[in-house]
């Protein structure tokens, strides 16, 4: 089996790398509760969607260890992520030209 | 006749080593994560839509939503996450002892998880909120429904892979089931992590 | 009997084994195609008598075989049946699952115990689907809101079989990319890979990662029916053109999961009967990619007229065109495969050559459905009929079949009747032509699709269609005849009879049930036929 014949090293990550990730997120998710009472109008969800996308990020890169493998791996777990925004973008692009035609 | 066939039909089959069996294994599950990133998008894009086109009905609702119920959920998900990924570097390294204990931490954090949201569920139908209350409640009990029906596979593959554990099947020579395993719940905890803000902070 | 077959070096077909269990429970990809195989036949079958039964009504203007609301749940069903059962499952499911391991030298797929778990879901699909038509929905396969979410028929168990099958497409394709990822043989590199290979990849990813789409779809749609959600319902704030946006999300590249292993099996069919290495080998193999990739970017060519806003039109009217490229490209390199080659009229290659013929009427009228202004005017009428059923059809069907032709031998290690497998070819051929040409002027005349009933003046050009699908059906008829008879016949396949290069060939026929004893080592690509050699392969 072609793939196969370089043997898979494994990563293992140290359990002391995982607590500092937890409290990473940890503190996002405090600093996101926070952030939330008070009101920046429009820029609520951007910045609630930035924190939630460093959160993302950091699970898959250290607990997933999305950050040791393959670029298939990667390709993969990127692709569908920039179909979801294809499929928003462009349902978006139709009902609100609708309403305001260019 | 019966019998010998069906024990030649086990006969057929892959002999793969760990090593391959690992790495594919491993690419079956991250593909298998991408259809459900897929999945959940549709809500997703849904959720883009009907927010965009409707932002006060949005605002007044998400406040209908306990911020601290949420809150509390998060944090509960988050700290399985990490129990579960300890779980992984725990049983490559061969401690078989504290890898079942930590997949048995984070399945108590899941079932936590889905008694607070029973509590959740419990107080809005008694405000008489129901998913054809408004769009953003559909949205609302749609999502959080998929995430906690993926919340209960979770648990089931977990609770396989914890027995599995403690009887000592995996080792560091072999623990891809529990790696696989770790991956699944870290998807359910990467959707949350987006359905928390979403519906709960920003409406 | 079955003792003495397990020592390793002794020769056993894999079809061997008798038994239900042994059928039921194997883990053996070319059972499991087989199992495959069987049941979209099946559906493909029972979904052309459903469309024989709709033809036999429009034959004349007046609704008088059928009620217009049974006609309703005639072309429902037909159309659920041949896309969600037959076509989509179709060349995957069955030849993917027999020969992608062959092809690329592996024992087996990467997940044998998936695999056979895929079958199970299909079938529990499949009873549910057949659950749902003790009160049969009237909606049309597509399912359209705000119809689908006030008929009083039962669309929540259709769907919700719909929505099972899906999870089988999306597992198969799963298990198909990791097993060409991991499983290919020492030496078969990329560029070595057949080009079915190729075409399953691509085919595979849209299965993956389009199918959830519609799945959430669905469910969408059993919730708005049960649970009195509204995203679809303008009453309560939500949108219906919002399903068909998510609908055809899927349902585009869904087309292209039909025709992408069509292709693959050209690509395999014509550089054998010509014998000459394939022309443009790479151009094939990435357009295949290409065309999975383009095929997301162009759903809303579905929606121009039902109220989708001018500018998305126009953008994915643009989107459409660029489609054609990479099927222009592959047509191109089948023709200049043939070109010089010496070419041999097997049966399987009369379906190739028939593809590239019908597929190429059905691809451009595609374009022309495409362009943004005519499709206002073709829209929902037959022309649509007549352009889906040259590319399904004149494309999937003749590659379905000549796959059957081509791979028979080794499949089941048993001869057909050539003459007759010719006739049949023939009978196809001009019945699917004879049905379906008159289509076009139909549509371009304005008759809308979906009617039991119609005015007067197209009678002549509706029964000249009625009458081809009679042609078409016994063609149909004699062609499975022909097979099935070909399973008892005496005469034994060899191993080679077409001198193919391809590993599947290289192995006994049938395949022994390991199938080969050695995992081989490939040293060349799979089209060096004649004397040239590619440069670069
Ligand atoms: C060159 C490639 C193609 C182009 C540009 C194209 C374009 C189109 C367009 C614009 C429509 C919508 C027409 C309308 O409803 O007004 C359509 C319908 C359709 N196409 Fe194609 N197409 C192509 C290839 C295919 C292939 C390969 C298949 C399947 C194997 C296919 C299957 C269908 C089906 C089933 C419909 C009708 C769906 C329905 O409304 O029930 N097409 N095509
Ligand atoms: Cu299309």
Redesign the interface.
């Known amino acids: ?5 370089h ?2 090293e ?1 990563h ?4 002391k790398a ?2 500092i ?2 409290v990473v ?2 503190v996002l ?1 405090f600093l ?2 926070y952030v ?1 009472y008070f009101d920046f109008g429009q820029l ?2 951007v910045v ?2 930035v ?2 996308s460093i ?2 990020g950091a ?2 890169l ?3 260890h999305l950050k040791f ?1 393959d670029p ?2 990667w390709l ?2 990127l ?3 920039g ?2 925004f ?3 973008g ?9 309403i305001f ?2 | 006749m019966e019998q010998a066939n069906m024990e030649h039909a086990e006969d057929h089959g892959l002999h793969l080593t760990p090593e391959q069996e690992y790495g594919i294994s491993k690419l079956g599950m991250w593909l298998f994560l991408g259809t459900e990133i897929m999945l959940f998008g549709g809500l997703f894009a849904a959720y883009a839509i009907f927010r965009a086109k409707y932002p006060e009905l949005f605002l007044e609702s998400h406040q209908e939503l306990n911020r601290e119920m949420g809150a509390v959920n998060t944090c509960i998900l988050i700290f399985s996450s990490l129990t579960m990924a300890i779980g992984v570097t725990a049983i490559q390294r061969g401690k078989q002892m504290l890898a079942g204990i930590m997949i048995l931490v984070t399945i108590i954090c899941g079932l936590g998880f889905g008694v607070v949201k029973y509590f959740e569920y419990g107080a809005k139908f008694a405000h008489h909120i129901y998913p054809d209350t408004n769009i953003f409640f559909s949205l609302y009990f749609m999502m959080t429904g998929l995430h906690m029906l993926h919340v209960f596979i979770g648990l089931a593959v977990l609770g396989v892979i914890m027995v599995l554990t403690f009887k000592g099947k995996f080792n560091e020579k072999y623990s891809t089931p529990v790696e696989i395993g770790g991956l699944y719940w870290h998807l359910v905890d990467l959707v949350w992590i987006y359905l928390f803000p979403l519906l709960y902070l920003v409406g | 009997m079955a003792n003495h077959t397990i020592a390793n070096n002794v020769y056993v077909p894999f079809l061997e084994q008798k038994g239900f269990l042994s059928w039921f429970l194997t883990t053996d990809h070319k059972r499991i195609g087989i199992l495959y195989l069987i049941s979209i036949s099946l559906f493909f079958l029972i979904a052309g008598i459903l469309a024989l039964l709709m033809r036999f009504e429009l034959m004349t203007p007046m609704s008088d075989f059928v009620s217009p609301h049974t006609y309703n749940v005639l072309f429902t069903l037909h159309g659920s049946l041949m896309v969600f059962f037959f076509i989509v499952p179709g060349l995957a499911a069955s030849f993917g699952n027999f020969l992608i391991p062959l092809m690329i030298g592996a024992p087996d797929v990467a997940f044998p115990k998936l695999n056979l778990a895929s079958y199970w879901i299909y079938l529990v699909g499949t009873i549910i689907t057949l659950y749902a038509l003790l009160s049969p929905a009237d909606t049309g396969w597509t399912f359209y809101t705000p119809y689908s979410a006030t008929t009083d028929t039962d669309v929540v168990m259709i769907t919700f079989g719909v929505f099972v099958l899906g999870f089988s497409s999306i597992l198969t394709g799963m298990n198909f990319i990791v097993t060409i990822h991991k499983m290919r043989a020492p030496g078969m590199t990329w560029h070595r890979l057949p080009l079915f290979i190729w075409a399953s990849y691509a085919t595979a990813v849209l299965q993956l990662l389009a199918t959830p789409v519609v799945g959430i779809t669905l469910l969408m749609l059993i919730a708005e029916r049960s649970l009195g959600v509204g995203f679809f319902d303008p009453a309560k704030g939500g949108d219906p053109v919002l399903f068909q946006n998510f609908f055809w999300f899927y349902s585009h590249p869904a087309v292209y999961i039909m025709i992408i292993p069509a292709m693959g099996v050209i690509s395999e069919i014509i550089p054998v009967f010509s014998r000459k290495p394939i022309f443009g080998y790479k151009a094939i193999a990435y357009s295949s990619l290409g065309i999975a990739f383009i095929s997301f970017l162009v759903w809303a060519h579905h929606m121009f007229t039902s109220g989708i806003s001018e500018v998305a039109a126009t953008i994915f009217s643009f989107l459409t065109f660029l489609v054609a490229i990479p099927t222009a490209i592959k047509v191109f390199n089948w023709i200049a495969t043939l070109y010089k080659g010496s070419i041999e009229l097997h049966s399987a290659m009369l379906y190739a050559l028939g593809f590239v013929f019908l597929f190429t009427i059905g691809g451009l009228t595609g374009v022309f459905l495409g362009a943004l202004a005519a499709d206002i005017h073709l829209h929902d009428t037959y022309f649509v009929v007549a352009h889906m059923h040259y590319v399904m059809i004149g494309g999937t069907v003749m590659g379905f079949f000549g796959a059957l032709h081509f791979w028979y031998p080794k499949w089941f290690g048993k001869m057909f009747n050539e003459s007759v497998a010719k006739l049949s070819w023939f009978l196809i051929f001009v019945g699917f032509n004879v049905t379906f040409f008159p289509q076009f002027f139909l549509g371009i005349q304005g008759m809308p699709r979906r009617y039991a009933t119609y005015p007067e003046e197209f009678e002549s050009l509706m029964a000249l269609s009625t009458y081809g699908s009679w042609i078409l059906g016994l063609g149909v008829l004699i062609m499975t005849v022909n097979l099935i008879k070909g399973l008892y016949s005496t005469e034994k396949a060899p191993q080679n009879p077409y001198g193919s290069l391809s590993l599947e060939w290289q192995v006994p026929s049938p395949p022994p049930t390991l199938n080969f004893e050695e995992i081989p080592t490939v040293t060349d690509w799979t089209y060096g036929y004649g004397k040239k050699k590619e440069v670069d392969a």
């Open positions: 089996m072609s793939e196969h014949t043997s898979e494994k293992i990550t140290s359990y995982y607590f990730v937890w997120l940890m998710t996101t509760v939330s609520n969800i609630a969607m924190v939630a959160k993302a699970v898959a250290f607990f997933m493998e298939i791996t993969y777990a692709f569908p992520i179909l979801l294809l499929l928003i462009m349902t978006i692009v139709d009902t609100f030209t609708r035609p260019l």
